[in-house]
């Protein structure tokens, strides 16, 4: 997961940086860096960002073998454990605000991509990767589980589509509660078949 997380995250901020100086350049007013420059930019932002940031740093960390001493792992620790739920309730907090039925249909098209079209993907290229057993199903549940707060996240920090992305959070989150036990359930026979 970290791996992954590491990967798809620092290419997402990438790509949103390399947007956003786009667009920035674009406005009246606006600076025309050189392209290379701009990659370099949107790289370095890429890898100081606050999601990828702190996984490079605990990747890097735990290859040195030293153990944190527990007057700031604690600590840590307990961080740790609250950013789920603090994203969590940020997304609430957001959903408080926006009127989820203007945004049901594209909320409706993301959650359907996201809670049916991406396990079954993810399944087919797992299975013709040579994939079985235990891995496969992890990977094919985690596939199916509903749009994240690292999405409600990146939509609030690039200021895109906020209002999309915390409907497709809500509507995904009740889909979920139909499509996860289908994939569970699936998953389970597949694999023990």
């Known amino acids: 997961i970290s791996v992954h997380s590491l ?3 620092t290419a997402a901020t990438v790509v949103f940086e390399l947007a956003a ?3 920035h350049a674009g406005r009246p007013g606006g600076v025309q860096q ?12 890429g890898i100081v960002h606050p999601v990828p940031l ?47 039925g203007h945004q049901f249909k594209a909320a409706l098209r993301i ?6 079209v991406h396990p079954l ?4 290229m797992g299975w013709a990767l040579g994939l079985s057993g235990m891995p496969l199903a992890v990977m094919i549940v985690a596939a199916s589980l509903p749009v994240g ?13 906020e209002e999309e992305v915390t409907a497709s959070v809500a509507v995904s989150t009740a889909l979920g509660l139909v499509t996860m036990p289908v994939v569970i359930v699936a998953v389970t026979r597949w694999v023990a078949g």
């Not at 050189?34 to 932002?45: D, E, F, G, K, Y």
């Not at 959650?111 to 049916?116: G, I, R, S």
């Not at 707060?149 to 589509?161: E, G, K, P």
């Open 7 to 9: 990967i798809l995250l």
């Open 21 to 23: 100086a786009r667009e």
């Open 34 to 45: 050189p392209m290379w420059r701009t990659v370099l930019q949107a790289i370095r932002n």
């Open 54 to 100: 702190p996984i490079i740093a605990g990747l890097l960390f735990a290859q040195t073998g030293l153990v944190v001493p527990e007057v700031v792992g604690k600590p840590l620790q307990l961080l740790g454990q609250a950013l789920g739920p603090i994203a969590l309730l940020l997304v609430g907090v957001t959903l408080a605000f926006t009127k989820v």
């Open 111 to 116: 959650a359907l991509v996201k809670c049916v």
């Open 121 to 124: 993907v993810l399944a087919s």
């Open 149 to 161: 707060a690292n999405v409600f996240l990146f939509s609030q920090r690039y200021r895109v589509a």
